[in-house]
């Protein structure tokens, strides 16, 4: 049994190293996958109800190529560490919820339909920034990912990633302040109406909007939900509540606005027999209230986690033998 057991541990610790290596390469990959994920289109003219699916082939190559990634790794992950060993298999089902929620923000009629209500564009990018980032970064798929790489690969980005100047940039991007500072930017800068319609009209904008929505809210969940010390997860418990606060208060300035901020929205709300300021309101709520909630239970989530590491803290004290 001991020597099972040192095996066990052997296997977890080359898990971790693998897990350190190729997770800042395995990042720069996703982000420059992220274009062909995030999806582009420019708003119509006054039309019917747009419920179409939405199956551009870069988008579906896109979502196969991650899932038959994420199974390939976690396949070859657990024949060598053991089944639910590196990956659990409750993380591999947080991936596979994330990544059906992406499907349906990117691939379902939401996806058109968000072209002509700014309601609709609302739930889609609070899809991508509560629900699918944070059940992504719960499955782990940079460690999946990399173990679907030959070894020569992994040990190239290995070495890539252990440079000092990329170390030090994933570094500031994954601490909380910086992914708490670079996802509120992302989210009131892009809600600006200029910039807003900007991505409306524009192929290249709308890509932009979306990784930045997608690609700060994984940086910011992911440093929220990593293990971490007991100061550092309650360091976490006030990023997320803060994240929610001002989030919340968006969607408020949204909801309670007497004016339509976007005016471009007007025409396809008006043909679909829809107020925009209605419209907007909506759009404002799903931001206030459901968005807020998820933050709230993930909140909860840390702080009950913060409560069980100090309980630790103090039994293994009451436990330690007195000099």
Do not use: K
Not at 49 to 55: F, I, T
Not at 107 to 123: E, K, N
Not at 161 to 182: D, E, F, K
């Amino acid at each position: 049994m001991a020597a099972t057991a040192r095996d066990h541990g052997t296997q977890d610790g080359g898990v971790r190293t693998i897990e350190r290596r190729g997770l800042r390469a395995a990042v720069g990959a996703s982000l420059a996958a992220a274009p062909l994920v995030a999806g582009a289109h420019v708003v119509p003219g006054p039309a019917a109800w747009s419920l179409h699916w939405s199956l551009e082939p870069w988008v579906v190559a896109c979502l196969a190529v991650s899932a038959l990634g994420y199974a390939s790794g976690l396949a070859r992950l657990w024949s060598r560490a053991g089944p639910g060993r590196g990956i659990s298999r409750a993380q591999a089902a947080a991936f596979a919820g994330g990544w059906l929620a992406l499907a349906v923000a990117l691939v379902s009629p939401l996806d058109p339909l968000g072209v002509q209500l700014f309601s609709a564009h609302m739930i889609q990018h609070e899809m991508l920034m509560v629900l699918v980032a944070p059940l992504l970064c719960l499955g782990r798929p940079l460690v999946a990912w990399t173990w679907a790489m030959p070894p020569r690969w992994r040990r190239r980005a290995g070495r890539w990633t252990a440079r000092r100047g990329w170390r030090s940039a994933w570094g500031a991007m994954t601490s909380l302040l910086g992914s708490w500072a670079l996802h509120a930017a992302a989210l009131w800068g892009w809600h600006a109406p200029s910039l807003f319609q900007a991505a409306l009209h524009d192929n290249g904008i709308h890509v932009l909007q979306h990784i930045s929505f997608l690609g700060t809210a994984l940086l910011f969940w992911w440093a929220a939900l990593r293990p971490a010390s007991r100061r550092g997860q309650g360091h976490a418990i006030v990023y997320v509540f803060t994240t929610m606060m001002h989030t919340s208060a968006l969607g408020a300035l949204l909801t309670l606005s007497p004016a339509v901020w976007y005016p471009d929205y007007l025409p396809s709300a008006l043909a679909l027999g829809i107020d925009p300021l209605e419209d907007q309101q909506l759009g404002g709520l799903v931001m206030w209230i459901p968005a807020g909630l998820a933050y709230v239970v993930a909140g909860l989530a840390l702080a009950l986690r913060w409560a069980g590491l100090r309980s630790s803290d103090r039994i293994d004290g009451e436990l330690r033998p007195a000099r």
